[in-house]
């Protein structure tokens, strides 16, 4: 009896076992990224060995499957993310947190053309910023974001007008005088850098730099300075519609203030040392006694500049996707006001992209960004020292005068009144009244675009073709108002441009495994490029009323108009791309591009680009299996050729031209430019050797050595006189650029719900001229005082040197060529300083903390061993204007004694262009810090209404570290005399989805 009663007892719980094993629950969750604690969107939740049971987040996160054993085992990935597997053990609730992939050598990303790929499998250098350091932008121009976030990339902007386009260089400058800035990619088609500026940073879901010839050469044209591919955000297939709106205003300020300048009491008494007598001038001893006694002290930065300039921002999106299509579209507003007066723009965008799957064989689709853009621009923010440039005149201006007229009240206390349009103290106009009376607008309408259409006919074989447009109108108006200088007699100027570029691209790409570890995929493609510019322009003068505005109000033609431009290009390239993959290990492509310009000779108009790379998976063998703190670890070599085409037009053609000269009393016309028909591309050959790795799961390293040599240089050259031409264009130099790129990401460990990276970068470049024209070993371009010679860097200064000031008489001294102090000054005496215009360090550094919804990431940027000229002191430590405007406080301290030791030199001693003027201009800038919150989705799933709610902070500029005594060391100019700085940021904002 009681074996029986064991056994059923037995049996019972067998039941009982069995029963709870097949019993099947509902299950659902939110999916989140460790980092931050936002949702995330598109992840696949999937029962493990079933092909039917899965499910897949939405925008926040949610996920739901029914119906599935209470033992199973849920399996959750996702592109960007590592993958996870979670025991259900009988729950219906579970969440689940994802660890983002940090490790770049399994994200995918898109090389060329054709379909992405594995960093872990790319034999080349590329670097892909992602859409959270790109997203809520403070600026117009979402490139800014990308200063400091990738070795071997510098990014700069040389003003703070709000439309200022960003400029980028990858690894040195290539050319001297060809361009060096990269070919910019959007979504697959070719984009002039401007782009950025029509771009809602919100709208980009990545941007990856290519920096070697593996990864470059496959554009061959225009691809020597390396390449920018930038990819909009897109929907996802059987995705629900989500909407996302955000908003966001901020205000900006200029970066550095100004140079410590004289006070009025100080600007009297340096004048009077300088010449006992300078009261005794009429009306001198009145101006100091009014401005003393009433205590004024103009600080013309605060009159012209303004502080808290704002700026405010909105975009909506949707976006979705059903069984067979996806979508995006969105629309977005911006307006920013500059610092500057009459600084400003205004900004309307829309991006709309459609991909379908019409049938199992066809897809086809397409992607538009259009933008609206109204400028203000000051048009004097260069270097310029004019009575228009507000950056030069704030600091030329007497500190005892009033911008305002004022009166004297019987107590002696001043009323101020109106602004003063004209200083009779300087005899000039006001710089604010000058702009006033010359708006100046610019509008820009840009379309951007393209449609594919992509058939797969048999397994493995994909043929696409793609039609883009890249285009713009622009005009820009500008009046003079007859009044003030123009009184009696206005102008009313319009100027009309067009530049469109037709891409016309077709591949086939055939992707083939076998034997079970081996890959290959062949790609081959066709692709034309016509591009048009037009433009035109008129203008009248006689206008005579402030009212009339337009050009038919205006009588009489202005000189040099009406002005017509036409200029037509067209590029022709055949190319293809072979790649070997074995078990994800052994890796080999090489690619070839043949190029047809009609910038280039009919003799000389077709180059041949290619490259071959490898790359070692070493991680993969098995005698480091057993290294469990090798996660990953890969060696990689490429080298190969790219072309770089940027010049002017027709420069190969001997154009006509007309002559200043009479002849019989009419205009004479001859041969303008000589032409060359044997002018080609410009070669740069790049080798590149790498290494990867990820250690101790949370450590990666990426270190890039490179070489590059720019052969065939494009230049301009001296002709001699004999020829009736001063210059002409030719192939003619060589220069090298060798350098390493490093990066480094640590995930530091934390407890759970918390996450603290840290990450750096650097790139180290050095530059040589190898050789010049006709076996010289050096050139002087006349009267600027530029020197290339062979065995030194391009923009190395070239420059006389400062010996110091003479302590008996405080004369100026400089070293002459024989290295011995002379007081006597002279170009002759120029030599190399090893101080150069061009960084060649250049890096930066982020710290990433999350904190269940809180986010904080802060980005450094920073450049070492850059100088610049800083023109600005030339005139504001330089006597001989200080009666003419004010001067910088140092020059208190000019020698005045015998015996006295200083660097300002005497009075009597002229100021010249030498190295006392040269500063070094390297800093370290905080580029960016954000700070978001998102709210926790329990709160989202009791409002029924919202997916997410994200609040966020953004400062730009807010640190700036440097020696530079200029306005802002950002600027790549090797001279900055009144340039507009960049500005000082801050930026609150919501994000809202739905």
């Given at each position: 009896m009681k074996k029986a009663k064991l056994l059923l007892a037995a049996l019972a719980f067998a039941a009982s076992a069995l029963f709870a094993s097949a019993q099947n629950v509902n299950v659902s969750g939110v999916v989140s990224d460790s980092e931050t604690g936002e949702p995330v969107m598109g992840a696949v939740v999937q029962l493990q060995g079933s092909t039917t049971k899965y499910s897949m987040t939405d925008m926040g996160g949610n996920y739901t499957l029914n119906s599935v054993p209470a033992d199973g085992t849920l399996v959750v990935s996702i592109l960007g993310y590592e993958g996870a597997e979670v025991k259900l053990n009988g729950r219906t609730r579970v969440d689940i947190i994802l660890a983002p992939d940090v490790e770049m050598l399994t994200d995918a990303i898109v090389l060329g053309y054709g379909s992405a790929k594995k960093i872990s499998s790319i034999t080349g250098s590329a670097t892909t910023v992602g859409a959270k350091l790109l997203q809520n932008a403070p600026t117009a121009s979402v490139g800014d974001a990308l200063q400091g976030q990738i070795a071997g990339l510098q990014v700069w902007s040389n003003s703070g007008e709000p439309s200022e386009t960003i400029s980028m260089r990858i690894r040195g400058v290539n050319s001297i005088n060809a361009g060096t800035e990269p070919l910019f990619v959007l979504d697959g088609s070719p984009v002039p850098s401007s782009i950025f500026t029509a771009l809602n940073a919100n709208d980009i879901e990545n941007i990856t730099v290519m920096k070697d010839a593996s990864a470059t050469a496959i554009y061959g044209s225009r691809a020597a300075n390396g390449v920018v591919f930038i990819t909009t955000k897109t929907g996802r297939t059987g995705e629900k519609p989500t909407i996302v709106v955000r908003g966001q205003y901020g205000v900006s300020n200029m970066i550095r203030h100004q140079i410590p300048l004289l006070s009025s009491e100080q600007w009297f008494d340096f004048n009077e040392m300088l010449d006992p007598t300078f009261l005794d001038q009429p009306g001198r001893a009145a101006q100091k006694d009014f401005a003393l006694d009433h205590n004024i002290n103009t600080d013309w930065f605060k009159y012209f500049f303004s502080d808290n300039a704002p700026t405010w921002q909105?975009?909506?999106?949707?976006?979705?996707?059903?069984?067979?299509?996806?979508?995006?579209?969105?629309?977005?507003?911006?307006?920013?006001?500059?610092?500057a007066p009459f600084s400003d723009m205004t900004r309307v965008s829309m991006l709309a992209k459609l991909n379908t799957q019409i049938t199992s064989w066809f897809k086809t689709g397409f992607s538009f960004n259009l933008a609206y853009q109204d400028?203000?621009?000051?048009?004097?923010?260069?270097?310029?020292?004019?009575?228009?440039?507000?950056?030069?005149?704030?600091?030329?201006?007497?500190?005892?005068?009033?911008?305002?007229?004022?009166?004297?009240?019987?107590?002696?206390?001043?009323?101020y009144g109106n602004r003063r349009e004209y200083f009779d103290e300087m005899g000039m106009y006001n710089t604010v009244y000058l702009q006033e009376i010359q708006p100046a607008t610019t509008n820009y309408l840009r379309l951007s675009g393209n449609i594919y259409e992509q058939i797969t006919p048999v397994k493995g074989l994909v043929l696409r073709a793609v039609q883009a447009l890249n285009g713009n109108d622009r005009r820009i108006s500008q009046t003079a108002y007859p009044t003030g200088p123009f009184e009696g007699s206005g102008t009313a100027n319009e100027n009309f441009s067009r530049y469109y570029q037709f891409t016309f691209t077709n591949t086939a790409e055939y992707t083939i495994d076998f034997l079970e570890d081996h890959n290959i995929t062949a790609l081959i493609g066709q692709e034309s490029i016509v591009s048009k510019t037009e433009g035109f322009g008129v203008a009248m003068d006689g206008i005579s009323d402030n009212r009339m505005y337009q050009i038919s109000d205006g009588t009489v033609l202005a000189d040099g108009y009406p002005t017509r431009t036409l200029s037509d290009e067209s590029y022709n390239s055949f190319f293809g791309r072979l790649s070997y993959n074995y078990n994800d290990t052994y890796l080999f492509d090489a690619s070839f591009r043949r190029d047809g310009s009609s910038l280039f000779g009919s003799n000389r108009r077709w180059a041949n680009f290619w490259s071959v790379g490898g790359r070692w998976n070493i991680s993969n063998e098995s005698f480091l299996e057993d290294v469990a703190w090798i996660d990953a670890l890969a060696l990689k070599a490429s080298y190969g050729t790219t072309g770089n085409s940027s010049i002017d037009n027709y420069l190969s053609y001997g154009r006509v031209g007309n002559y200043s000269l009479l002849y019989d009393g009419k205009t004479a016309w001859g041969l303008g430019d000589p032409g060359n028909n044997d002018l080609t591309w410009e070669v740069v050959k790049n080798l590149n050797i790498g290494v990867s790795a990820r250690l101790f799961g949370s450590l990666n390293l990426d270190v890039d050595f490179y070489n590059k040599v720019t052969s065939d240089m494009l230049m301009e050259i001296p002709f001699s006189l004999t020829t009736g031409h001063d210059s002409g264009w030719g192939n003619v130099a060589d220069m090298l650029n060798r350098g390493v790129d490093f990066e480094i990401s640590y995930d530091i460990p934390m407890p759970r719900d918390f996450y603290l990276n840290v990450s750096a970068n650097f790139n180290y470049n050095h530059n040589e001229i190898l050789s010049l024209f006709d076996g010289r070993d050096y050139f002087e371009y006349p009267n600027t005082g530029i020197r290339l010679e062979v065995g030194h860097a391009y923009g190395e200064y070239y420059i006389p040197k400062s010996a110091g000031v003479d302590p008996r008489d405080g004369m100026q001294m400089w070293y002459d060529k024989d290295g011995n102090k002379t007081k006597q000054f002279s170009n002759d005496y120029s030599v190399f300083t090893g101080k150069q215009q061009f960084a060649p360090w250049a890096g930066g550094f982020n710290l990433t903390f999350g904190w269940k919804g809180l986010s904080v990431g802060a980005q450094f940027a920073w450049v070492?061993?850059?100088?610049?000229?800083?023109?600005?002191?030339?005139?504001?430590?330089?006597?001989?204007?200080?009666?003419?405007?004010?001067?910088?406080?140092?020059?208190?301290?000019?020698?005045?004694?015998?015996?006295?030791?200083?660097?300002?030199?005497?009075?009597?001693?002229?100021?010249?262009?030498?190295?006392?003027?040269?500063?070094?201009?390297?800093?370290?800038?905080?580029?960016?810090?954000?700070?978001?919150y998102t709210l926790p989705q329990d709160w989202m799933r009791k409002s029924g209404f919202f997916q997410s709610v994200r609040v966020f902070a953004v400062g730009r500029n807010l640190l700036t570290f440097t020696k530079y005594t200029g306005f802002d060391p950002e600027s790549d100019s090797n001279l900055q005399l009144g340039r507009y700085p960049n500005s000082k940021q801050y930026t609150f904002g919501v994000e809202l989805t739905f």
């Amino acid at each position: 009896m009681k074996k029986a009663k064991l056994l059923l007892a037995a049996l019972a719980f067998a039941a009982s076992a069995l029963f709870a094993s097949a019993q099947n629950v509902n299950v659902s969750g939110v999916v989140s990224d460790s980092e931050t604690g936002e949702p995330v969107m598109g992840a696949v939740v999937q029962l493990q060995g079933s092909t039917t049971k899965y499910s897949m987040t939405d925008m926040g996160g949610n996920y739901t499957l029914n119906s599935v054993p209470a033992d199973g085992t849920l399996v959750v990935s996702i592109l960007g993310y590592e993958g996870a597997e979670v025991k259900l053990n009988g729950r219906t609730r579970v969440d689940i947190i994802l660890a983002p992939d940090v490790e770049m050598l399994t994200d995918a990303i898109v090389l060329g053309y054709g379909s992405a790929k594995k960093i872990s499998s790319i034999t080349g250098s590329a670097t892909t910023v992602g859409a959270k350091l790109l997203q809520n932008a403070p600026t117009a121009s979402v490139g800014d974001a990308l200063q400091g976030q990738i070795a071997g990339l510098q990014v700069w902007s040389n003003s703070g007008e709000p439309s200022e386009t960003i400029s980028m260089r990858i690894r040195g400058v290539n050319s001297i005088n060809a361009g060096t800035e990269p070919l910019f990619v959007l979504d697959g088609s070719p984009v002039p850098s401007s782009i950025f500026t029509a771009l809602n940073a919100n709208d980009i879901e990545n941007i990856t730099v290519m920096k070697d010839a593996s990864a470059t050469a496959i554009y061959g044209s225009r691809a020597a300075n390396g390449v920018v591919f930038i990819t909009t955000k897109t929907g996802r297939t059987g995705e629900k519609p989500t909407i996302v709106v955000r908003g966001q205003y901020g205000v900006s300020n200029m970066i550095r203030h100004q140079i410590p300048l004289l006070s009025s009491e100080q600007w009297f008494d340096f004048n009077e040392m300088l010449d006992p007598t300078f009261l005794d001038q009429p009306g001198r001893a009145a101006q100091k006694d009014f401005a003393l006694d009433h205590n004024i002290n103009t600080d013309w930065f605060k009159y012209f500049f303004s502080d808290n300039a704002p700026t405010w921002q909105a975009d909506a999106s949707y976006s979705g996707g059903t069984e067979t299509s996806d979508y995006y579209v969105s629309f977005g507003a911006l307006s920013q006001e500059g610092n500057a007066p009459f600084s400003d723009m205004t900004r309307v965008s829309m991006l709309a992209k459609l991909n379908t799957q019409i049938t199992s064989w066809f897809k086809t689709g397409f992607s538009f960004n259009l933008a609206y853009q109204d400028l203000n621009t000051t048009g004097f923010s260069g270097t310029a020292n004019s009575p228009y440039n507000p950056m030069f005149m704030a600091s030329q201006m007497y500190p005892w005068m009033s911008p305002y007229e004022y009166t004297v009240n019987p107590d002696g206390s001043l009323t101020y009144g109106n602004r003063r349009e004209y200083f009779d103290e300087m005899g000039m106009y006001n710089t604010v009244y000058l702009q006033e009376i010359q708006p100046a607008t610019t509008n820009y309408l840009r379309l951007s675009g393209n449609i594919y259409e992509q058939i797969t006919p048999v397994k493995g074989l994909v043929l696409r073709a793609v039609q883009a447009l890249n285009g713009n109108d622009r005009r820009i108006s500008q009046t003079a108002y007859p009044t003030g200088p123009f009184e009696g007699s206005g102008t009313a100027n319009e100027n009309f441009s067009r530049y469109y570029q037709f891409t016309f691209t077709n591949t086939a790409e055939y992707t083939i495994d076998f034997l079970e570890d081996h890959n290959i995929t062949a790609l081959i493609g066709q692709e034309s490029i016509v591009s048009k510019t037009e433009g035109f322009g008129v203008a009248m003068d006689g206008i005579s009323d402030n009212r009339m505005y337009q050009i038919s109000d205006g009588t009489v033609l202005a000189d040099g108009y009406p002005t017509r431009t036409l200029s037509d290009e067209s590029y022709n390239s055949f190319f293809g791309r072979l790649s070997y993959n074995y078990n994800d290990t052994y890796l080999f492509d090489a690619s070839f591009r043949r190029d047809g310009s009609s910038l280039f000779g009919s003799n000389r108009r077709w180059a041949n680009f290619w490259s071959v790379g490898g790359r070692w998976n070493i991680s993969n063998e098995s005698f480091l299996e057993d290294v469990a703190w090798i996660d990953a670890l890969a060696l990689k070599a490429s080298y190969g050729t790219t072309g770089n085409s940027s010049i002017d037009n027709y420069l190969s053609y001997g154009r006509v031209g007309n002559y200043s000269l009479l002849y019989d009393g009419k205009t004479a016309w001859g041969l303008g430019d000589p032409g060359n028909n044997d002018l080609t591309w410009e070669v740069v050959k790049n080798l590149n050797i790498g290494v990867s790795a990820r250690l101790f799961g949370s450590l990666n390293l990426d270190v890039d050595f490179y070489n590059k040599v720019t052969s065939d240089m494009l230049m301009e050259i001296p002709f001699s006189l004999t020829t009736g031409h001063d210059s002409g264009w030719g192939n003619v130099a060589d220069m090298l650029n060798r350098g390493v790129d490093f990066e480094i990401s640590y995930d530091i460990p934390m407890p759970r719900d918390f996450y603290l990276n840290v990450s750096a970068n650097f790139n180290y470049n050095h530059n040589e001229i190898l050789s010049l024209f006709d076996g010289r070993d050096y050139f002087e371009y006349p009267n600027t005082g530029i020197r290339l010679e062979v065995g030194h860097a391009y923009g190395e200064y070239y420059i006389p040197k400062s010996a110091g000031v003479d302590p008996r008489d405080g004369m100026q001294m400089w070293y002459d060529k024989d290295g011995n102090k002379t007081k006597q000054f002279s170009n002759d005496y120029s030599v190399f300083t090893g101080k150069q215009q061009f960084a060649p360090w250049a890096g930066g550094f982020n710290l990433t903390f999350g904190w269940k919804g809180l986010s904080v990431g802060a980005q450094f940027a920073w450049v070492a061993g850059k100088w610049t000229l800083n023109n600005d002191r030339y005139f504001l430590t330089n006597p001989a204007f200080s009666v003419d405007g004010n001067l910088a406080a140092e020059m208190l301290d000019m020698w005045t004694t015998p015996g006295q030791v200083t660097d300002i030199p005497s009075y009597e001693s002229e100021r010249q262009f030498d190295d006392t003027l040269l500063e070094d201009s390297s800093f370290l800038r905080l580029k960016n810090l954000q700070v978001s919150y998102t709210l926790p989705q329990d709160w989202m799933r009791k409002s029924g209404f919202f997916q997410s709610v994200r609040v966020f902070a953004v400062g730009r500029n807010l640190l700036t570290f440097t020696k530079y005594t200029g306005f802002d060391p950002e600027s790549d100019s090797n001279l900055q005399l009144g340039r507009y700085p960049n500005s000082k940021q801050y930026t609150f904002g919501v994000e809202l989805t739905f």
